[in-house]
């Protein structure tokens, strides 16, 4: 089982869609928790980070941890077609280096 | 402006050649990073720093070398050792542990 998995997508939504992106992860042990935005030949963009279990809401972007369920998600409203990038997870346990999961390919269409 | 500079972003190398990708930040950070990035992949990390003089082989560190004699510069040697170089390399930095980290815009190595 790997560390961290992660939906690769593609994912295609209409403009103004709701965007649920997920990733579930196997050591119970991981404390901190991350959302990266890469936009095509570009280096990945900070957008969440969270160290406890429930939601953080930053604009249109919300990150929901489940520690019990291993299992985190990042919100968008109003998604815009400027969303449209790979979004990566990372998860990390204090005293290791971060994992991240394979990236989700999101497109909002116009 | 703070931030974290790779150069080149393009880079072209003849088989059986060295090559190295620079990585420089302004932020301060002591832990800097270099990951690999292929097509429909995650991340993997090739080496790290925490501190200067300092580094520690990552998850696929063979074919690769790296310094850290400055705590601002972190550079990556691709070595001829490297059977399949050609990939997107990104360096990352943060402040220690368990904080944020932020990356480069990326170095594209082909090789031709």
């Known amino acids: 089982q790997k560390e961290v998995e992660q939906d690769p997508g593609p994912l295609s939504v209409p403009e103004g869609a709701i965007v649920s992106l997920n990733c579930t992860y196997s050591?119970?042990?991981?404390?901190?928790f991350m959302w990266y935005r890469q936009y095509s030949r570009k280096g990945p963009e900070l957008l969440m980070y969270?160290?406890?279990?429930g939601n953080k809401e930053d604009g249109r972007f919300t990150a929901q941890v489940d520690k019990s369920s291993k299992y985190i998600s990042l919100f968008i409203r109003d998604s815009q077609p400027s969303d449209s990038a790979t979004y990566l997870c990372?998860?990390?346990?204090?005293?290791?280096?971060?994992?991240f999961g394979p990236g989700t390919r999101l497109s909002v269409l116009p | 402006d703070g931030g974290i500079t790779q150069s080149p972003k393009y880079l072209f190398r003849k088989e059986g050649q060295n090559v190295t990708l620079s990585c420089e930040q302004n932020?301060?950070?002591?832990?800097m990073y270099w990951y690999r990035q292929d097509p429909g992949q995650g991340l993997r990390l090739i080496y790290y720093?925490?501190?200067?003089?300092?580094?520690q082989k990552g998850d696929i560190a063979e074919g690769y070398s790296v310094s850290r004699e400055k705590k601002e510069s972190f550079p990556l040697t691709v070595t001829s050792a490297q059977k399949n170089p050609t990939a997107f390399y990104l360096c990352?930095?943060?402040?220690?542990?368990?904080?944020?980290?932020?990356f480069g815009q990326g170095t594209r190595l082909t090789v031709v």
């Open positions: 050591n119970s042990a991981f404390q901190y």
């Open positions: 932020l301060n950070h002591d832990a």
């Open positions: 990352a930095s943060r402040l220690e542990e368990g904080r944020r980290a932020f």
């Open positions: 969270t160290y406890s279990s």
């Open positions: 720093s925490q501190i200067v003089n300092d580094f």
């Open positions: 990372a998860i990390e346990n204090y005293g290791q280096n971060f994992v």
